[in-house]
């Protein structure tokens, strides 16, 4: 048998190894030691007044992510436990537990509803003097509670929370505690937000006003005593002897009749649907004339709105006193109606009532429709109401505008509520014009024909079969029989046979008399007639006396079988200025219209080669033909065969052999344009 090497032991031993680790169990996740960790790193936490323990607690911990933020926040809320039951922590001590677990979100070590969660433990555990506190801080971080990381998460915990805290208050002894979560609500949700409105126009029918209803109960018109009957003293001033400066006494008799029919409105004002039957509208009608001509006769001076009686509401903390409800004991009535806020409030609820009757609202029932007696009546009531506001002291103009500015505005929101209360959010609108599409330049073989005929496709049959008529496009179209302008012998011959006095032709008839003809010829003029350029001094007043000058000029350049010889002017000076620019002209006349051809293209292409581009700055060919030329062939021979394809292209006519030679030499090719010139 034959030894194992060492090389073989080793990878027998390292495969062992391996397979151990494979059939190992995973370590599990252990809750209960990694909650005595984070309960430990948090109790460390608060002491430091950090949250570096917690992230190293995190981040030595073994398991996934979900079980650690889970284990920590059972974490946190033991510690919060320990807290309460021990009685002995302080507010600023659950604050700085709230904190810590808003950095643990903020590093993404704990749940984003941990915080909510603390919060509504200890609102639940704590009195009401120090949830006050604790609110206080969650009203200073609304700003913490309205962003991306804790809105989505917590606004349902926060919106239970403040109800749970609703329904421990008093509205009438927490009044503005009750207030001040009505507003973080408000601030906290966004206008939008349906949870926080009033959809369907519901009314408080709990809101009841109690008070006495029995006429043999009724205490008006009594004698005071020393005591009431509630057992609370007299106090000095309100019941006993009138003092100087008081406020002169009610010209209408306060009686128990008055105090029913005053705090029976109540009803109304809480429920305003009864106003819409026919009975109960009658009784409203009845009371509400009688209370009103209560306020119109009993006014109020400046003399009851005096420094003394404003002090006198304030309390020792120099606030207002204000009450939730009202107080409806017969002995106050005389004291109410004497008060300017207690007027107010009565007639400002008057013109709510009748912003809801007049006003259009969605959930109303059909039957809540008002006649024309009643609109007319609450027109006249509103203008008595706004009347009374203004007189009353102090600032009462300025009372009565405010409030018929913020009735107003509520119409708008009425409207908003109306049409199912659309976000205030516009989104940015859409281009509703298409995109044009951007068509991408075919590449040459893409529509090149393959094949030994080479045949293009056009994509359509007629354009394919017109396309493919001769396989040179470029010789096809220079060939004679593509040559549509007339030479300048043949359409200038009648009008020089014309110019001859022998033919005795007169003016009139004459076709450089024709408006076409004229246009026409000056067309032809500047494409094949050097004379069309010529600077002259002589002046003409028609387009006729121009082209007769024209003819002259032109029948001494034809052949001599035309008269031109015959023809004579007076024009002679101006023929003599011009003599020795026909003769320039005339020295080489075959090298000046003699066209480059097809055959002599080709033979300079093969010539320039590579060197095609230092021509087509001579040639004027632009950088956006030259991409082209580069873009449509690889072949450099192609290439120059497509510059001077190009060139030939727009100068036409004026394509001559000369010009090229003279762009030959300004382009440093002194041979090739030799071999052009000898071709």
């Known amino acids: 048998m034959r030894p194992i090497s060492t090389g073989s032991k080793n990878f027998r031993r390292g495969h062992v190894y391996c397979e151990e680790i494979a059939m190992s169990p995973p370590i599990l996740f252990n809750f209960n030691d990694a909650k005595d960790t984070f309960t430990a790193a948090t109790r460390s936490a608060l002491d430091n007044k950090t949250s570096k323990p917690l992230i190293n607690a995190f981040n030595q911990i073994t398991g996934n992510e979900t079980e650690k933020k889970t284990t920590l926040d059972q974490a946190l809320r033991q510690v919060l436990e320990?807290?309460?039951?021990?009685?002995?922590?302080?507010?600023?001590?659950?604050?700085?537990?709230?904190?810590?677990?808003?950095?643990?979100?903020?590093?993404?070590?704990?749940?984003?509803?941990?915080?909510?969660?603390?919060?509504?433990?200890i609102l639940d555990c704590l009195p009401l003097d120090q949830c006050d506190k604790i609110f206080s801080f969650v009203e200073e971080n609304v700003s913490t509670w309205k962003s991306n990381s804790f809105y989505t998460a917590g606004k349902n915990y926060l919106l239970r929370m403040c109800n749970d805290l609703l329904r421990r208050l008093s509205k009438s002894q927490n009044t503005v505690f009750c207030g001040r979560i009505q507003l973080f609500l408000a601030r906290l949700f966004p206008l939008s937000e349906k949870s926080g409105l009033n959809l369907q126009s519901q009314f408080n029918l709990d809101n009841i006003t109690v008070f006495n209803k029995n006429e043999q109960e009724s205490t008006l018109g009594q004698r005071p005593t020393e005591e009431k009957e509630d057992g609370m003293e007299v106090e000095?001033?309100?019941?006993?002897d009138e003092e100087p400066g008081a406020p002169a006494p009610c010209s209408i008799p306060i009686d128990y009749n008055l105090y029913r029919k005053f705090w029976t409105l109540q009803d109304y004002f809480r429920n305003p649907v009864q106003c819409y039957e026919k009975f109960s509208w009658i009784t409203f009608l009845k009371y509400s004339d009688e209370t009103l001509a209560v306020f119109k006769s009993f006014k109020l001076d400046d003399m009851q709105a005096s420094k003394r009686k404003l002090e006198e509401l304030r309390t020792a903390g120099g606030d207002h006193v204000y009450f939730a409800k009202f107080l409806t004991s017969e002995k106050l009535m005389d004291l109410q109606l004497s008060d300017s806020n207690f007027?107010?409030?009565?007639?400002?609820?008057?013109l709510v009532l009748f912003q809801y009757l007049k006003g259009q609202v969605k959930f109303k029932s059909s039957s809540c429709i008002l006649n024309d007696d009643q609109c007319l009546w609450m027109e006249e009531t509103t203008k008595l109401v706004y009347q009374l506001l203004k007189e009353i002291p102090?600032?009462?103009?300025?009372?009565?505008?405010?409030?018929?500015?913020?009735?107003?505005?509520?119409?708008?929101?009425?409207?908003?509520?109306?049409?199912?209360?659309?976000?205030?959010?516009?989104?940015?609108?859409?281009?509703?014009?298409?995109?044009?599409?951007?068509?991408?330049?075919q590449a040459p073989e893409d529509f090149l024909g393959k094949g030994p005929d080479r045949k293009v496709f056009m994509g359509n049959d007629e354009l394919t079969r017109l396309w493919n008529l001769n396989h040179d496009n470029m010789a096809a179209c220079q060939s004679e029989s593509r040559e549509f302008m007339p030479s300048l012998e043949?359409?200038?011959?009648?009008?020089?046979?014309?110019?001859?006095?022998?033919?005795?032709?007169e003016n009139e008839y004459k076709v450089v008399h024709n408006s076409n003809y004229g246009w026409r010829a000056l067309r032809l003029l500047s494409r094949r007639s050097p004379h069309f350029f010529q600077p002259t001094n002589q002046q003409f007043k028609s387009l006729a006396d121009y082209l007769e000058s024209m003819v002259i000029k032109l029948a001494k350049e034809l052949p001599k079988d035309l008269p031109s010889e015959e023809i004579k002017t007076g024009e002679e000076d101006d023929e003599d200025n011009s003599d020795t620019l026909l003769k320039e002209s005339n020295d080489s006349p075959s090298m000046q219209t003699k066209l480059v051809s097809n055959q002599q293209m080709d033979e300079i292409a093969a010539k320039l080669g590579a060197q095609w581009k230092t021509l087509a700055g001579q040639l004027e060919i632009k950088?956006?033909?030259?991409?082209?030329?580069e873009t449509d062939s690889e072949d450099v021979d192609m290439q120059a065969k497509l510059l001077l394809v190009a060139w030939q292209d727009r100068e036409g006519t004026q394509a001559t052999v000369e010009s090229l030679v003279t762009a030959l030499n300004a382009a440093g090719f002194p041979k090739i344009a030799d071999i052009l010139n000898e071709t």
């Open 82 to 121: 320990e807290q309460i039951v021990e009685k002995k922590a302080l507010v600023d001590d659950f604050l700085s537990l709230i904190y810590l677990s808003i950095d643990g979100v903020t590093e993404g070590i704990c749940s984003a509803t941990t915080p909510f969660l603390l919060l509504g433990d």
């Open 236 to 240: 000095e001033g309100e019941m006993g």
């Open 343 to 350: 007027r107010r409030h009565i007639l400002l609820q008057y």
């Open 394 to 441: 102090p600032d009462g103009d300025k009372f009565a505008t405010m409030v018929e500015h913020v009735l107003n505005t509520e119409e708008n929101w009425n409207s908003w509520k109306n049409e199912g209360c659309p976000s205030f959010v516009k989104d940015r609108p859409v281009d509703d014009k298409p995109k044009r599409p951007t068509r991408k330049r």
């Open 490 to 505: 043949d359409f200038f011959e009648e009008a020089i046979e014309q110019a001859d006095p022998a033919n005795m032709v």
């Open 623 to 629: 950088a956006a033909e030259i991409r082209e030329i």
